[in-house]
């Protein structure tokens, strides 16, 4: 079957948007957890609306810069009224389309100077994933050069993402400060016990959980 066409919000639509933000930040804290993460980024909502690529609108929500990060602004600022000071705030955004015409990463720059004013914390620095036929280069720890853009120039912390596998490698992200933390999703995935495999590499001792003790 065909998927259905979408339809431009209106500004109540985009309103309900930023309202269920704020209701998913209550349910995270109620529910105990302790970092929350906007995602902004490979071709989801809120980076439809930061692209020029995918932001067709006319109205206060399209067109110039403070327009299309208008809503992220304002979703940033709801979930932060929701969510602890003490508690960590993350944006993940694509820090570039990898396309003319598209979002650049001097617009993420900028960005965060934006983002560290209402209350975020860390920007994760992802990148693509507006529209397909774009070539990326990707390799490993292709993305790294966006984060230490960000934390050179800016007040910002920022995550490095994005083909990093090996403990060395994550290491030598942090100790050269290219990012203050280096976050993983399908290493992980490969390899469960990643964390320990990589305190061995890195000669660091790490406490074992009781119930793993039991199992000797």
């Known amino acids: 079957s065909r998927s259905p066409a979408p339809a431009a919000l209106d500004r109540d639509g985009i309103l309900a948007v930023v309202r269920?933000?704020?209701?998913?930040?209550?349910?995270a804290r109620a529910?105990?957890?302790?970092?929350?993460?906007?995602h902004a980024a490979h071709g989801y909502l809120i980076h439809e609306f930061l692209s020029p690529l995918t932001n067709h609108r006319t109205d206060e929500f399209g067109g110039?810069?403070?327009?299309?990060?208008?809503?992220?602004?304002?979703?940033c600022r709801?979930?932060?009224?929701?969510?602890p000071a003490d508690l960590p705030l993350f944006v993940r955004v694509s820090s570039t389309d990898w396309a003319d015409g598209g979002w650049r990463a001097d617009d993420t720059v900028a960005l965060a100077h934006h983002l560290s004013s209402v209350g975020v914390d860390l920007v994760d620095c992802s990148s693509g994933g507006i529209a397909p036929g774009i070539t990326i280069p990707a390799g490993a720890g292709y993305q790294v050069p966006f984060s230490q853009r960000i934390k050179d120039t800016t007040p910002m912390l920022t995550a490095a993402v994005g083909l990093i596998t090996s403990p060395a490698q994550a290491d030598q992200i942090i100790r050269t400060e290219q990012a203050d933390l280096v976050l993983l999703a399908?290493?992980?995935?490969?390899?469960?016990?990643?964390?320990?495999?990589?305190?061995?590499?890195?000669r660091q001792d790490v406490a074992w959980p009781n119930q793993y003790l039991r199992a000797k």
């Open 186 to 202: 399908r290493e992980m995935l490969r390899d469960p016990y990643w964390p320990l495999h990589a305190a061995g590499a890195l």
């Open 20 to 27: 269920a933000f704020r209701q998913a930040a209550a349910r």
């Open 31 to 38: 529910a105990g957890f302790q970092v929350v993460e906007i």
């Open 64 to 75: 110039s810069y403070d327009n299309r990060t208008r809503l992220l602004k304002m979703v």
């Open 78 to 83: 709801a979930v932060r009224e929701e969510w």
